[in-house]
T-cell receptor, first 112, second 108 residues
Framework: GAGVSQSPSNKVTEKGKDVELRCDPISGHTALYWYRQRLGQGLEFLIYFQGNSAPDKSGLPSDRFSAERTGESVSTLTIQRTQQEDSAVYLC??????????FGPGTRLTVL | SQQGEEDPQALSIQEGENATMNCSYKTSINNLQWYRQNSGRGLVHLILIRSNEREKHSGRLRVTLDTSKKSSSLLITASRAADTASYFCAPTGNQFYFGTGTSLTVIP
């Protein structure tokens, strides 16, 4: 497909476990973004990758959150020792520089 | 912060009426974008207006931009029930941030 894909679409985990969320951006898009959206709320910026530059991690809420991206390909967002407050939809988007962002369908994370 | 702030937070109108949402921001921008979100999933890009443009149209959408006031508005004309969604603005300069959105309900 030509769009942004994310996996899994839903993830239920127990408090304290680690989770890994995956994002496949649109081929050729140099920029990749991760956002968190709690139920009924707006988008919360987490991290931004642009090409081979150092990522902007200013939105990561704690050191339990980390993300990696190899080149201009797949990105993974890892949450260690999950807490119930981490329950949210995690959205990934990609773009060409600071142009239109194309969003994936999101991963709905539920921490029990 | 460059984050956009939408106003109102929630809007409810009858089908056929026009809906207007506003966005304010704080720093200089290269462009400003509007997105729509249905059912808490991925956002869909609606329209982009560049900093040197004042108005742009796309179908039933009309976007205005006033860089002197650091504000933008999104007008949806002849609204339909299918327009029910959350709408976000994203002022874009060196980075890209979304506001908290306007929740629009169009009543059939």
């Amino acid at each position: 497909g030509a769009g942004v894909s994310q996996s899994p679409s839903n993830k239920v985990t127990e408090k304290g476990k680690d989770v890994e969320l995956r994002c496949d951006p649109i081929s050729g898009h140099t920029a990749l973004y991760w956002y968190r959206q709690r139920l009924g709320q707006g988008l919360e910026f987490l991290i931004y990758f642009q090409g081979n530059s150092a990522p902007d991690k200013s939105g990561l809420p704690s050191d339990r959150f980390s993300a990696e991206r190899t080149g201009e390909s797949v990105s993974t967002l890892t949450i260690q020792r999950t807490q119930q407050e981490d329950s949210a939809v995690y959205l990934c988007a990609s773009s060409l520089m600071l142009d239109t962002q194309y969003f994936g369908p999101g991963t709905r994370l539920t921490v029990l | 912060s460059q984050q956009g702030e939408e106003d109102p937070q929630a809007l409810s109108i009858q089908e056929g009426e026009n809906a207007t949402m506003n966005c304010s921001y704080k720093t200089s921008i290269n462009n400003l974008q509007w997105y729509r979100q249905n059912s808490g999933r991925g956002l869909v890009h609606l329209i982009l207006i560049r900093s040197n443009e004042r108005e742009k149209h796309s179908g039933r959408l009309r976007v205005t931009l006033d860089t002197s006031k650091k504000s933008s508005s999104l007008l949806i004309t002849a609204s339909r029930a299918a327009d029910t969604a959350s709408y976000f603005c994203a002022p874009t300069g060196n980075q890209f941030y979304f506001g908290t959105g306007t929740s629009l309900t169009v009543i059939p």
